[in-house]
């Protein structure tokens, strides 16, 4: 039988379902008064916990954001799952400061819109916004959470329920180069983006 420990780890990187303010369309970042899951994303998590318990290898962890829309998420994927729930701050969406609340189509600063804010973000990596984080500092925030979780659980599947930007992180390998433009791929609510991480040799 091969030991778990010669296989990488398999992180399962689930994104929230639908919130109140992704209907709202309001920017929610680490925001407090950001709500939690509508009926349409608690439905969506319902068939992602579904997907994910029809796995042939079965997740051995939940871990999820402590935000509420991704905590109402995970509490349906672990209960699906049989699996205690777990919480990491460190896999929150990107802190965005005093983007946050803003509604997307409304004027922010000097931009016409605050999604024309959030989109100059990605394009100027380094850039913070007002008391909050650049996807530079995101990258790094999140990537060593998902190493944490993958050394802490050598060779097994976790789930980790989080946010659109930690997943877009994801699929971003190398960290943020200032001038280049991160690409801001899109993020299903309640998709499974799965990524391996090695042992550490």
Same mark, same amino acid.
């Given at each position: 039988?091969?030991?778990?420990?010669?296989?990488?780890?398999?992180?399962h990187l689930v994104r929230h379902g639908e919130s109140t303010w992704n209907l709202a369309g309001r920017i929610q970042g680490q925001s407090a #008064? @950001?709500?939690?899951?509508?009926?349409?994303?608690? @439905?969506? @998590?319902?068939?992602?916990a579904d997907l994910l318990a029809e796995?042939?290898?079965?997740?051995?962890?939940?871990?999820?954001?402590?935000?509420?829309?991704?905590?109402?998420? @995970?509490?349906?994927?672990?209960?699906?799952?049989?699996?205690?729930? #777990?919480f990491d701050p460190e896999i929150r969406e990107q802190n965005l400061g005093v983007l946050e609340g803003q509604r997307l189509d409304s004027p922010f600063a000097d931009d016409p819109t605050a999604q024309d804010?959030?989109?100059?973000?990605?394009? #100027?990596?380094?850039?913070?916004?007002?008391?909050? #984080?650049?996807?530079?500092d995101m990258y790094d925030r999140v990537h060593r959470a998902f190493r944490r979780h993958a050394e802490a659980r050598p060779g097994l599947d976790i789930v980790?329920?989080?946010?659109?930007?930690?997943?877009?992180?994801a699929a971003t390998a190398e960290p943020p180069t200032p001038g280049v433009p991160v690409p801001r791929i899109g993020v299903d609510n309640a998709s499974v983006t799965s990524i391996t991480i090695s042992a550490v040799s």
């Open positions: 039988m091969t030991d778990v420990t010669t296989r990488p780890s398999v992180l #008064e @950001a709500g939690g899951l509508t009926a349409a994303g608690r @439905a969506q @998590a319902q068939l992602t796995r042939p290898v079965r997740p051995t962890a939940v871990i999820a954001s402590d935000l509420v829309r991704a905590r109402e998420t @995970a509490e349906i994927i672990a209960a699906r799952l049989d699996l205690p729930l #777990e804010t959030v989109d100059r973000l990605w394009r #100027e990596p380094f850039l913070r916004p007002d008391t909050g #984080e650049s996807i530079a980790l329920v989080t946010h659109g930007g930690p997943v877009r992180m």
